[in-house]
Nanobody
Framework: QVQLVDSGGGLVQPGGSLRLSCAAS????????IGWFRQAPGKEREGVSC????????FHADSVKGRFSISRDRAKNTMYLQMNNLKPEDTATYYC?????????????????????WGQGTQVTVSS
């Protein structure tokens, strides 16, 4: 059974940093293009950062460019989201996912497909 477990969220002050982790079991992350999505109360789900399993191509939402980076550790079968210079508007529940089907990494992030595993979510709160 494929399972994604995301972790690493917490409370951080504006300007601070967090690193989210997404550990996979039951499948190698090399098999999937994967990404991070977030949803704040009362808002639609937003694709944050996604990465290709083929060539490492990445996509980042405009709202996080220059502040967030996505990476994967094949040996640990884990994906990470490094979040720097956090802002209050980054407050949300963050989910890792491997949506399918996909066409491009950008498309996967903007309009994730209906299939594929999702993590349970980890809360990120940015507040002073």
């Amino acid at each position: 059974q494929v399972q994604l477990v995301d972790s690493g969220g917490g409370l951080v002050q504006p300007g601070g940093s967090l690193r989210l982790s997404c550990a996979a079991s039951g499948v190698s992350l090399d098999t999937y293009a994967i990404g991070w999505f977030r949803q704040a109360p009362g808002k639609e789900r937003e694709g944050v950062s996604c990465i290709s399993n083929i060539d490492g191509t990445t996509f980042h939402a405009d709202s996080v460019k220059g502040r967030f980076s996505i990476s994967r550790d094949r040996a640990k079968n884990t994906m990470y989201l490094q979040m720097n210079n956090l802002k209050p508007e980054d407050t949300a529940t963050y989910y890792c996912a491997a949506p399918s089907p996909i066409t491009t990494i950008q498309e996967m992030c903007i309009r994730p497909g209906p299939n594929g595993p999702w993590g349970q979510g980890t809360q990120v709160t940015v507040s002073s």
